[in-house]
């Protein structure tokens, strides 16, 4: 399993992740592209709140196609477009990672490719055993 880990001699964590991330020998690593807020029908939902439930979900799905779930997942980047109210975005991870505190990076960035779109999360994930799908 992963070795999720907070050295005594580091400050704890400020938010919902973990300091260090450790795969196991063996484990295959699964890198998952940025995700972003557009729903499976091409959709782009207008508030922040709704892109991060969207942005996680397909992370989730894309995770699901390789037979994963979020506690796989090692290290988590998110990137938010400035002026947004961070707090929807933590909001939206608790609800789809739960207690599981990958090592992760949050910045705020003045555009992404989309005008329309407020935030992108990108992800590696672990997966033990020989196969990696």
């Not at 499976?40 to 922040?48: E, N, S």
């Amino acid at each position: 399993m992963l070795d999720l880990l907070n050295p005594g001699t580091v400050h704890e964590p400020i938010g919902a992740y973990s300091h260090t991330s450790a795969v196991p020998a063996g484990a295959a690593l699964v890198f998952v592209s940025g995700q972003v807020g557009v729903r499976p029908d091409g959709a782009v939902p207008a508030t922040l709140s709704e892109q991060a439930d969207a942005a996680f979900a397909n992370l989730r799905a894309c995770l699901a196609a390789h037979g994963l779930g979020p506690a796989s997942v090692v290290k988590l980047n998110t990137y938010v477009v400035a002026g947004q109210e961070l707090q929807e975005v933590r909001d939206a991870r608790e609800r789809h990672f739960g207690a599981h505190r990958p090592a992760s990076t949050l910045l705020f960035v003045a555009a992404l490719a989309r005008p329309a779109l407020l935030l992108e999360v990108e992800a590696v994930a672990v997966k033990q055993g020989r196969s990696a799908g």
